[in-house]
């Protein structure tokens, strides 16, 4: 089993940035494609970014040039840089774990409220 659990989160004004963690339990980032995705009330979770085990990133097209993934293996540790952010971008985020072979998110994180208003 592992854990993810995210912080960054919060209340950031149109044009600004907020930077999310998440860490995960134990080294997993050698097997697993990590990622964030987003959702907000009656809607339907979203990929927001992923970073493959090789270190490959993929972005959703709405946060392409604004978002950016990143890990840091020494920590066990996945960020997501979100800059220039925009009202649309309100949602609650979560981490997720995907192991490489795997169809389906293995593990996910308990989600942090990201707010874009003046």
């Known amino acids: 089993q592992v854990q993810l659990v995210e912080s960054g989160g919060g209340l950031a004004q149109p044009g600004g940035s907020l930077r999310l963690s998440c860490a995960a339990s134990?080294?997993?980032?050698?097997?697993?494609?990590m990622g964030w995705y987003r959702q907000i009330p009656g809607k339907q979770r979203l990929l927001v970014a992923t970073v493959a085990a090789s270190g490959t990133t993929t972005y959703a097209d709405s946060v392409k040039g604004r978002f950016t993934i990143s890990r840091d293996n020494t920590k066990n540790t996945v960020f997501l840089q979100m800059n220039s952010l925009k009202p649309e971008d309100t949602a609650v985020y979560y981490c997720s774990a995907r192991r490489i072979g795997s169809l389906n998110i293995d593990f996910w994180g308990q989600g942090t409220q990201v707010t874009v208003s003046l």
């Open positions: 134990r080294s997993i980032f050698s097997l697993y494609t």
